[in-house]
T-cell receptor
Framework: GENVEQHPSTLSVQEGDSAVIKCTYSDSASNYFPWYKQELGKGPQLIIDIRSNVGEKKDQRIAVTLNKTAKHFSLHITETQPEDSAVYFCAAKLLQGSGNTGKLIFGQGTTLQVKP | EAQVTQNPRYLITVTGKKLTVTCSQNMNHEYMSWYRQDPGLGLRQIYYSMNVEVTDKGDVPEGYKVSRKEKRNFPLILESPSPNQTSLYFC?????????????FGNGTRLTVT
């Protein structure tokens, strides 16, 4: 089945610097890769996603890149701010059950700390 | 407000004492799922439900039960909790079953089994 590896497990940056989190996946059939942000005491929330027919997607200070050949994708946060401090999870879609049903396989998570 | 509500937020229990964690969503979502979050392991799926009366095992179903009698509710049942079920649990829902529809998570239930 699908396996998603996420690195690093912890990341500390100074406010204003960039942060990059990387994930690799094993199933070449995976075609959807979201990123979730989990703030302290809350559940994860989708922040950006990318499909396999796109190489890069941006939304203000965050961007995601996908390399299908190498089977890895990355989250880039520029001009980091203290409110970016959270746990970030990558995920890859795996087909589940019959028909066009699927589920997400999550990475291990990265704790990002942005120091003021 | 659209939300997934879990209760309780914190629960401390002893080995073998049956417990239920409730989950309710007000978005009329078809798909609901339970995850556990453990350090270094990320989010792992316990059980999921495609619709009312349709449930199936996820990746780590041992020791858990679920039911889906109504579309909005998806309780997680631990018949005989053990210390290795100490974890942070999340319920999630989405409008579609395709794995692409965004998952909406509850705020979690931290369970400690002594």
């Amino acid at each position: 089945g699908e396996n998603v590896e996420q690195h690093p497990s912890t990341l500390s940056v100074q406010e204003g610097d960039s942060a990059v989190i990387k994930c690799t996946y094993s199933d070449s059939a995976s075609n959807y890769f979201p990123w979730y942000k989990q703030e302290l005491g809350k559940g994860p929330q989708l922040i950006i996603d990318i499909r396999s027919n796109v190489g890069e997607k941006k939304d203000q200070r965050i961007a995601v890149t996908l390399n299908k050949t190498a089977k890895h994708f990355s989250l880039h946060i520029t001009e980091t701010q203290p409110e970016d401090s959270a746990v970030y999870f990558c995920a890859a879609k795996l087909l589940q059950g019959s028909g066009n049903t699927g589920k997400l396989i999550f990475g291990q998570g990265t704790t990002l700390q942005v120091k003021p | 407000e659209a939300q997934v509500t879990q209760n309780p937020r914190y629960l401390i229990t002893v080995t073998g004492k049956k417990l239920t964690v409730t989950c309710s969503q007000n978005m009329n979502h078809e798909y609901m799922s339970w995850y556990r979050q453990d350090p270094g392991l990320g989010l792992r799926q316990i059980y999921y439900s495609m619709n009312v009366e349709v449930t199936d095992k996820g990746d780590v179903p041992e020791g858990y039960k679920v039911s889906r009698k109504e579309k909005r509710n998806f309780p997680l049942i631990l018949e005989s909790p053990s210390p290795n079920q100490t974890s942070l649990y999340f319920c999630a829902s989405s409008w579609g079953r395709d794995g692409i529809s965004p998952l909406h998570f509850g705020n979690g239930t931290r369970l400690t089994v002594t």
